[in-house]
């Protein structure tokens, strides 16, 4: 499979713009993880942190979930890889784990994002609250926040991709 990077359009409205971006990022961390061996996309390579390139499709996979799912329409089916044993399974792969597993499990949450906010205008409001301030958040805010998300962990995949077999990229 080749990942195929769509750049933003640079004059597009905002809904297409902020949507553009969030795809352009999704696109990016599955550039990232593209012809390696499950091995090397379960493999922690900048030590000590136990992040790999496998942990950070699982943990998109459980952020979609959480904010397209729970947050904006309410609709809870729990965690995917995290447990109250342990709240970060998302990150802890095992040898057990595949990445076909993996991307399918992201690319379903992926499919339930673009359905949740299809429908809903930028200034509609989530069903789920912020915890700070007891607010609901904007779809608008929502887009920021995974495109902030994704941004800061393809920063983690550039490293780690970088350790594994020397490929760069932006």
């Known amino acids: 499979m080749t990942t195929e990077r769509r750049e933003p359009a640079l004059n597009a409205d905002e809904r297409t713009m902020l949507e553009g971006w969030l795809?352009?990022?999704?696109?990016?961390?599955?550039w990232k993880c593209e012809g390696l061996t499950d091995e090397q996309?379960?493999?922690?390579?900048v030590e000590p942190s136990p992040l790999s390139l496998m942990g950070l499709v699982r943990h998109m996979a459980e952020v979609e979930r959480h904010w397209f799912r729970k947050v904006l329409t309410g609709d809870d089916p729990g965690?995917?890889?995290?447990?109250d044993a342990d709240p970060d399974g998302d990150f802890h792969v095992t040898g057990a784990?595949?990445?076909?597993?993996?991307y399918t499990t992201w690319q379903t949450e992926i499919g339930h994002a673009r359905h949740n906010a299809a429908g809903l205008?930028?200034?509609?409001?989530?069903?789920?609250?912020?915890?700070?301030?007891?607010e609901p958040f904007t779809l608008r805010w929502i887009y920021t926040h995974m495109i902030e998300e994704y941004a800061r962990h393809n920063g983690h995949a550039d490293l780690i991709r970088?350790?594994?077999?020397?490929?760069t990229g932006d």
């Open 23 to 30: 795809e352009y990022h999704r696109q990016t961390l599955a």
């Open 41 to 45: 996309l379960r493999t922690a390579a």
């Open 79 to 83: 965690p995917v890889y995290s447990s």
């Open 97 to 102: 784990d595949t990445w076909q597993d993996a």
């Open 121 to 134: 205008a930028l200034d509609d409001l989530s069903r789920g609250r912020s915890r700070s301030t007891g």
């Open 162 to 167: 970088e350790r594994l077999d020397g490929a």
